[in-house]
């Protein structure tokens, strides 16, 4: 077994939650037999948060399984799991529950991975991860593409980004930049999650790190102290060190594609002047030939608080797209990648999950890769949808979490569940739901997003008398 299918394995064990990409990280070296310390300088995160994204994750697997599972242990393990999953395989079988009668819960591990480890070269990719330039998965909003393809090509371009949670921001920068790249041009991608708490420390750290991934990225020789001057200030030694190293030395357009902005705005002081910053770039392409090479794109939630002004920020200027649920011919053709056959009743049975979920394309493409998978039918998906027993469990419990934090949050969530019209909320409440994909605007009001919301959270709160 190599370490790909040891993913799809773990994938399989602990399904319907879904690894993160540090996680997927974190196997492969452990796979490998790589300690925590080789992995932190691979990396660039604090050993200690691998080992504790470690121990969660083998703490999981261990609870799935029945047994203990370590790191050490990690590859003796799934070993030993293939093995007997392929011995009871050639044992004789027990007479099968016909599917009518099957449960609506997820079914046993043991089961799962028996019939799953034949299979594991042909195992679907658990939906959640950004897409990949080229994925059959990816399903194009025209023309959300064209536009933004556009304003790309031009001299200082700038293209935001802005969509809630799971809508599918960081798979169109993956596309707008594979389409940038098919162009000739130069491109990164730098993620502000990315940013481990050293670098958040100062302004100046804060900065050097940001010039970092972007000459990591080109592969570019590292000769930052050569710009860096104590005096000139952090905002003026980056900008310096991107005119006069980095975009001296690209003789092509350069695309820097800025994801989870919003994921600065616990560190104001960093985010005034970074984005300030920006803005900066942006006005001095428009009159300076060194930096009409460069174009950014700009990812962030509904939202932003920034502490700047109007004329400092970044994201009052360029071309703004926003990324908005399938529509039903969107879905249909996502379907059709999954090679799903949906006839009949069945026709019916998808009709009513499209506007349970109302078309969000992180809950239509699990829900395909179940049916897919032949371990749910329709039926049973729309039955335990709302429910902590159903496929959509991990993504509504972290919704909860989040509007669990505040009494105010759940009060006002209580209210737009009140009614299926729009209703109004104070503005602050507002941005925090809309930024979750909980509600969308409707002029001044707001409304659920869509049916499974209602069903999921009315429960919730009922039991926490609201």
Known sequence: MDKQAALTLIQSILAPRKLSSLEEMVICYSWEGKRYREMALSLGYEEGYLKDTGSRLWQSLSDSLGYSVSKKRLRYTLTELVAQSQIA???????????????????????????????????????????????SFYVRRS??????????????????????????????????????????????VVDMRQADTTSLESLDAFFRWFCWSINQQLNLPWDLDKYWFEDAGS????????????????????????????????????????????????????????????????????????????????????????????????????????????KGPETAALESLVELVGGHPYLMQLAFYWLKSGQFSLEQILQAAATNGGIYREYLRGLWLIVQREDALIKALGQVLLTPESVYLNPEKVNALLDIGLVEMTGYQVRLRCELYRGYFSFLLEQEGV
Not at 239 to 266: G, K, R
Request: hydrophobic residues 40%; aromatic residues 6%.
């Open 143 to 188: 023309p959300v593409e064209e536009l933004a393809v556009s304003a790309l090509q031009h001299e200082g371009g700038l293209l935001r980004i802005k969509a809630p949670w799971r809508m599918g921001k960081t798979s169109l920068i993956n596309h707008l930049l594979g389409e940038c790249q098919q162009m000739g041009h130069a491109t990164v």
């Open 235 to 342: 905002k003026l030694n980056c900008t310096t060190y991107v005119q006069e190293h980095i975009l001296a030395q690209i003789n092509s357009p350069l695309v820097i594609a800025i994801d989870t902005c919003h994921a600065l705005m616990e560190y104001p002081v960093i985010a005034k002047n970074f984005f300030a910053m920006l803005r900066s770039w942006y006005e001095q392409a428009k009159v300076r030939p060194q930096w009409q090479k460069l174009r950014l794109i700009l990812a962030h939630v509904d939202t932003l608080n920034l502490p700047v002004h109007a004329h400092q920020s970044p994201f009052n200027i360029g071309l703004q797209a926003e990324l908005n649920c399938l529509t039903y011919q969107q879905i249909d053709g996502l379907r059709k990648r999954y090679s799903l056959e949906i």
């Open 89 to 135: 395989k050639a044992a004789p079988k027990a007479d099968m529950v016909s599917p009518e009668n099957a449960p609506a819960s997820p079914p046993d591990k043991a089961s799962l991975t028996e019939r799953s480890l034949p299979d594991l070269e042909q195992l679907l990719e658990y939906p959640g991860s950004p897409l990949s330039f080229g994925s």
